[in-house]
């Protein structure tokens, strides 16, 4: 997967953005093997996660299901919710019919039962959104008192470096990239926002911050892609940032 970004472009006839069932087949592809989700988004979830033997957990944003996957390997009983339909399909392939998983719309309304999970894990989900009340207000409805909220979004400071010179870091503002996929370019578009408006909410909405986190990449990662890693000699990068939340 490639990325032509920040990109300032109106829609053009017929053109939506963040559609997963354009290319939900080529996304969950990439993602089986990719750097950015393979070895360092879904293992810092998983890994943030801990022990999950016995515990309920939602996946918010469930996608192709290879998060909730990974948990279950680990001992969970997992369900997840997405709004694409054809990721969903993909997750029940992936799952099977034993896993209840439902469409639905983070930011509305959710059809899970309050305080039904110990956990819920939101893997880069929050940022498409432009406001976070709904969405943690019923993430925090369906936990359990002292349930964990485990997300991960875009790192702001990675969003500043990559806007044009002059852009106001304190300002919740959307961004627009182009991603290429399955020999296609498609429009995304995700909402920025400084670190104390991300953290603000999160305690607006009734959770304590327990974890802040700027993971390095899962082993291999040096191995599998040295050409990323030639000039960081830390091995590691910035790109997203990870939060673990309870419940107050």
């Known amino acids: 997967m490639s990325w032509i970004s920040p990109i300032e472009a109106p829609l053009g006839p017929g053109e939506s953005t963040n559609d997963y069932d354009r290319f939900a087949e080529a996304y969950a592809a990439e993602n089986e093997t990719s750097l ?29 299901g290879p998060v909730a996957e990974a948990l279950r390997e680990r001992g969970a009983a997992v369900a997840g919710f997405d709004s694409s339909a054809g990721m969903l399909a993909l997750a029940r392939r992936r ?18 039962a ?18 976070w009340t709904t969405a943690l207000a019923e993430l925090r409805r369906v936990l359990k008192p002292g349930g964990r909220l485990i997300l991960s979004v875009n790192h702001p400071f990675v969003s500043q470096m990559a806007a044009p010179r002059g852009t106001d870091y304190f300002a ?18 995700f909402w920025d926002r400084p670190l104390h408006a991300i953290t603000d909410a999160f305690t607006a ?21 040295p050409e990323v890693f030639a000039q960081k000699q830390s091995g590691k990068f910035l790109c997203f940032l990870f939060f673990v939340l309870t419940k107050a």
């Open 172 to 189: 919740t503002r959307s961004t627009s990239e182009m991603w290429e996929l399955g020999g296609a370019k498609h429009l995304m578009t």
């Open 95 to 112: 799952l099977g019919d034993d896993v209840v998983l439902e469409r639905a719309e983070l930011g509305g309304p959710l059809p899970f």
């Open 205 to 225: 909405a009734g959770f304590q911050i327990d974890v802040i986190s700027e993971p390095a990449p899962a082993p291999g990662a040096r191995e599998r892609f």
């Open 36 to 64: 950015i989700n393979a070895y360092y988004a879904r293992p810092a979830i998983v890994d943030l996660a801990g022990d999950v033997t016995g515990r309920r957990i939602l996946d918010a944003g469930c996608g192709a």
């Open 114 to 131: 309050d305080a039904g999970f110990d956990d819920v894990v939101a893997s880069l989900v929050l940022h498409y959104l432009e406001d």
